[in-house]
């Protein structure tokens, strides 16, 4: 039933920014965290950042003081705004969100399929 889908993904050259965005849908009662996580090809999937929902943020060493996570547990979006892109940034993203659905009384952990950046030289 919870449906969650990303945008805002393309084509930038090195230096540039992009702002991805995610929401959620379906019968949902609440959200605990938001995330997102980016894999390039050969490259585990690893962790970019992540908001809890009393608004503690968390960064991947990499991406400290360019990305910047910003969400809205009531709306049920989140969004990645990404600066001073490289290169190594180019992967596919995707968001996972922790999420309370309603009638259950156990959290899941939810994704969506991801939207790809790919950022030239």
């Known amino acids: 039933q919870v449906h969650i889908v990303e945008s805002g993904g393309g084509l930038v050259q090195s230096g540039g920014s992009l702002t991805l965005s995610c929401t959620a849908s379906?019968?949902?009662?609440?959200?605990?965290?938001m995330a997102w996580f980016r894999q390039a090809p050969g490259h585990e999937r690893e962790l970019v950042a992540i908001i809890t929902k009393d608004g503690t943020t968390n960064y991947a060493d990499s991406v400290k003081d360019r990305f910047a996570i910003a969400g809205d547990m009531t709306k049920k979006t989140v969004n990645l705004q990404m600066n001073s892109l490289n290169p190594e940034d180019t992967a596919h993203y995707y968001c996972?969100?922790?999420?309370?659905?309603?009638?259950?009384?156990?959290?899941?952990?939810?994704w969506g399929r991801g939207t790809q950046v790919t950022v030239s030289s």
């Open positions: 379906g019968k949902i009662l609440s959200i605990e965290d």
């Open positions: 996972r969100m922790t999420i309370h659905e309603s009638l259950l009384f156990t959290t899941s952990d939810f």
